[in-house]
């Protein structure tokens, strides 16, 4: 099979926000050599391929590597986001992570970094522009796409759209130029509250929105997340109130609405019960803008087909048109249900150890890979 051309102590497969944090780690605390693959131009991973107007759900203080902040240190002072710790466009997050790469960590000399780069397995990878394979030899091999972090460009919706559909992911939203005769949004995630607030803040009515929900979903209350003192009292009592209400709650049900009555839940819709939760975070401006589209949810299960004339869900159909447009937002952030030892031999397979903080689960695993031999 040949030689290995190219040696390190760590092989790092992705160089998004996992493998980011992961590396940045070993560059500070060891004297380890890496050597990161990934096929995308830049790092940053789906950051690459997301849609033009996604910014981060929480604060981003909370994002990023951690020898380099990627906060401002600021608070939005206009927009649904106002009065609370700034929120990172995507574009910021791009510039941020090319920082780091061109300022930080290849300028140490202890970093390789081979973008456009196809991993086959086995210590080979496949440049996508040239076709040379290259081979390296390393001490060990970190996984960082496990998590198969998913976003609407690249994602192949699971129901099928026949023709003379007007249907696009959410990337495509911004290049709308003539006004349909309505929008309807596929996905109750972070995605579809990203598509639904953008057309609203855009002056589309909410009478030609119409959302497609499968399942409701608990939401956290981004005030309960931030990180500055004048925010003590709502961090520190969203966790006293989460701590409370599951030691003193009786079952699931009650705990949830213990939750809720704490602050540390919410609901776009208070008369329907959410059966998800996905860690999606929304400031209080926002929950009362997609209020504004209760009339307009539907609640019939999934998508299984859109025609022209109609939209076919679990549990009935609805009407739409050829004139209206249907904008995917069903993929799911975190596709992978698996869960795999972090580490197993030669193998470190970064995973969440903190909910709903990937860059803080792969910056500690990779302390403990730092701090303990064993």
């Known amino acids: 099979m040949g030689e290995p051309d190219l040696t390190a102590d760590y092989l790092i497969v992705g160089s998004g926000a996992v493998g980011m944090a992961f590396a940045d780690v070993l560059l500070t605390e060891t004297d380890a050599t890496m050597i990161i693959v990934d096929r995308y131009q830049k790092p940053g991973g789906h950051w690459n391929v997301a849609y033009p107007f996604v910014t981060l759900h929480q604060p981003s203080a909370y994002y990023g590597v951690s020898s380099r902040e990627l906060s401002k240190g600021r608070k939005d002072e206009v927009g649904l986001n106002k009065g609370l710790g700034d929120l990172a466009s995507g574009d910021e997050v791009m510039a941020y992570y090319d920082t780091v790469m061109r300022h930080q960590?290849?300028?140490?000399?202890?970093?390789?970094?081979?973008?456009?780069?196809?991993y086959k397995g086995e210590g080979r990878f496949v440049s996508m522009a040239s076709g040379k394979e290259r081979r390296v030899s390393a001490k060990k091999y970190v996984d960082a796409t496990f998590l198969k972090t998913t976003v609407p460009s690249t994602h192949t919706p699971n129901f099928k759209i026949e023709d003379d559909v007007r249907f696009m992911p959410l990337n495509d939203l911004p290049r709308v130029e003539r006004a349909p005769a309505g929008y309807v949004i596929v996905g109750a995630g972070k995605t579809g509250i990203d598509a639904c607030l953008w057309l609203l803040e855009n002056g589309v009515e909410p009478d030609m929105i119409q959302w497609i929900m499968p399942r409701d979903?608990?939401?956290?209350?981004?005030?309960?997340?931030?990180?500055?003192?004048?925010?003590?009292?709502?961090?520190?009592?969203?966790?006293?109130?989460?701590?409370?209400?599951?030691?003193?709650?009786?079952?699931i049900e009650d705990m949830f609405d213990r939750l809720e009555a704490c602050g540390y839940f919410v609901r776009i819709d208070t008369d329907v019960r959410p059966s998800m939760f996905h860690g999606a975070t929304i400031s209080t401006?926002?929950?009362?803008?997609?209020?504004?589209?209760k009339p307009n949810i539907v609640r019939m299960g999934r998508v299984?087909?859109?025609?022209?004339?109609?939209?076919?869900?679990?549990?009935?159909?609805?009407?739409?048109?050829?004139?209206?447009?249907?904008?995917?937002?069903?993929?799911?952030?975190?596709?992978?249900?698996?869960?795999?030892p972090i580490f197993d031999g030669d193998t470190i397979t970064p995973q969440m150890v903190r909910s709903y903080q990937p860059v803080f689960s792969a910056a500690f695993i990779a302390h403990v890979e730092a701090a303990y031999s064993d």
């Open 105 to 118: 960590f290849l300028p140490s000399g202890r970093v390789q970094y081979f973008p456009m780069s196809d």
């Open 217 to 251: 979903a608990w939401l956290l209350d981004r005030a309960n997340t931030q990180s500055t003192e004048e925010f003590f009292e709502n961090a520190m009592g969203a966790q006293a109130g989460q701590m409370e209400a599951i030691a003193q709650a009786e079952s």
């Open 285 to 293: 401006l926002e929950l009362e803008l997609l209020r504004r589209l």
């Open 304 to 340: 299984q087909r859109i025609e022209p004339d109609r939209i076919v869900l679990d549990d009935g159909e609805i009407p739409t048109s050829p004139d209206h447009i249907h904008v995917d937002c069903s993929a799911r952030a975190i596709s992978n249900d698996e869960i795999k």
